[in-house]
């Protein structure tokens, strides 16, 4: 059976949402790929299908039901094998060698978290592991949810022709992509660098290497710190 993503939320209507269109939709229109978005507040069990409450030790907000979010997930019959993620900007950030572990796998569940937060007690008894898109603050966890099943579906087979596939290189040899060009040769008094239209392919490729290197030095210093220092050439000086 296909990857499946199935997410639980307050707002169902929001998926696939963008992933309904272009490179994802195509996918999921030819069934490569499935979505099933669950509603929490159909498990809710009062008369006014409440789903949230005040906090414990009081605060500000409203914090969602441990039992209503423990019923719609045990409702959901999701396989053990299964992972099942919380979106949650307090998670481990997203990293692209997660990403294709989950697009390996048959797909997780996904709960989107709203309000101040969900009853921890349902966290630590469904075993939910909690996922942060980045260090940044959403109104929920649907956009962040949309984002991971993005970055997993065009990992799928099939999923993107073979042209584009290879372009994971760029993050998983650890450094940022390199500048792109295409025509026209000159684009407002900027020409396209020399080496590009040079057909030089060696030399292209150390230009691309060298780029890539420059770029992850100045803006991701994280990143940089985890590349190996390259050995001195027999001259004892880099290039
Ligand atoms: N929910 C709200 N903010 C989030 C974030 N940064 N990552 C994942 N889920 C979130």
Not at 94 to 100: F, I, K, S, W
């Amino acid at each position: 059976s296909p990857w499946r993503a199935t997410v639980l939320t307050l707002f169902p209507e929001m998926f696939p949402g963008p992933l309904g269109v272009s490179l994802a939709g195509r996918a999921l229109a030819s069934g490569l790929w499935e979505i099933e978005a669950r509603d929490i507040r159909a498990s809710a069990t009062d008369r006014h299908r409440s789903v949230d409450d005040t906090p414990a030790g009081g605060g500000p907000g409203m914090v969602l039901r441990a039992d209503v979010l423990a019923a719609a997930i045990d409702a959901a019959g999701i396989a053990p094998e299964r992972p099942r993620l919380l979106m949650s900007p307090r998670g481990r950030p997203l990293t692209q060698a997660r990403v294709a572990e989950l697009a390996q796998g048959p797909g997780p569940l996904i709960v989107c978290g709203r309000f101040e937060g969900i009853d921890q007690r349902v966290i630590d008894g469904r075993g939910l592991e909690e996922v942060s898109i980045g260090d940044y603050v959403l109104s929920g966890g649907e956009i962040a949810a949309l984002a991971l099943i993005d970055a997993c579906v065009r990992l799928l087979p099939g999923v993107m022709g073979k042209e584009a596939s290879g372009t994971e290189e760029s993050f998983s040899d650890g450094l940022l992509e390199y500048p792109q060009y295409t025509r026209p040769q000159l684009f407002e008094g900027a020409p396209i660098p020399e080496i590009l239209t040079s057909g030089d392919h060696a030399k292209v490729a150390s230009w691309r290497r060298a780029q890539s290197e420059a770029l992850t030095a100045a803006r991701r210093p994280d990143l940089w710190a985890q590349i190996p220092p390259k050995p001195p050439n027999r001259a004892g000086r880099q290039k």
